[in-house]
């Protein structure tokens, strides 16, 4: 018994004074709320390789049909190439008016995800967790990203001497659009908009979703 209380004795001197830090980790919910499409960023902050390397990790730890693992991915920082990427693709389909991004808020930063095999119904899925996953990861690392699909694939495939099609780029870097989501009904016009420095984004309500 005495061994037995010196030893618990001993271990709460060691422990004593400790401060335990529990981290408070987002939401699921909270995550999905940052994850909006910025089409606007803050040049000033340089979106280190370190981090994209962290945003590209979670693809061995996700769903892929067949467990195939066929995407690949090429990263770009403003230092190797990323600066001047933004010419190769085209943001803010909804709004041509605005010619976004506005000049000095041009991402510097992207992932450009490509396929082992052609493109098909199960990669377009495998795409997709792939993208949304990395969205999410940005958001918890305090950063922004946007998914475009909307640029001149072979041309991107030369420009950066891929052997692989390119088939979407996430940009990244720190978001600056003050964004809202907007409920609205089936049927409702879904296409975002700009009114008064406020992006809006539609979403159909919850109760119009399910059958």
């Known amino acids: 018994m005495a061994d037995n209380y010196l030893e618990k004795r001993e271990e709460a001197l060691r422990t004593a004074g400790r401060t335990v830090l529990r981290r408070n980790t987002p939401s699921l919910d909270t995550l999905l709320l940052r994850n909006r499409s910025h089409r606007g960023f803050d040049k000033t902050y340089v979106v280190a390789m370190r981090q994209l390397e962290a945003i590209v990790s979670v693809n061995n730890k996700i769903p892929s049909g067949r467990n195939a693992q066929e995407l690949r991915f090429k990263l770009l920082d403003a230092r190797t190439g990323g600066a ?26 992207f992932i450009i995800v490509c396929s082992t095999v052609p493109e098909s119904p199960t990669i377009d899925i495998d795409l997709g967790i792939s993208l949304q996953s990395m969205a999410l990861k940005a958001v918890e690392i305090g950063l922004n990203a946007l998914i475009v699909r909307a640029f001149d694939h072979a041309q991107v495939q030369q420009a950066l001497g891929l052997s692989l099609e390119p088939l979407a780029v996430l940009a990244i870097g720190k978001g600056t659009d003050k964004i809202e989501l907007v409920d609205v009904t089936e049927g409702s016009d879904l296409k975002y908009y700009r009114q008064d420095g406020v992006h809006f984004v539609p979403k159909i309500r919850i109760e119009d979703l399910l059958l």
């Open 84 to 109: 001047d990427f933004c010419r190769f693709l085209h943001l803010g389909g909804f709004l041509p008016e605005l010619h976004l991004p506005s000049p000095g808020t041009e991402p510097q930063a």
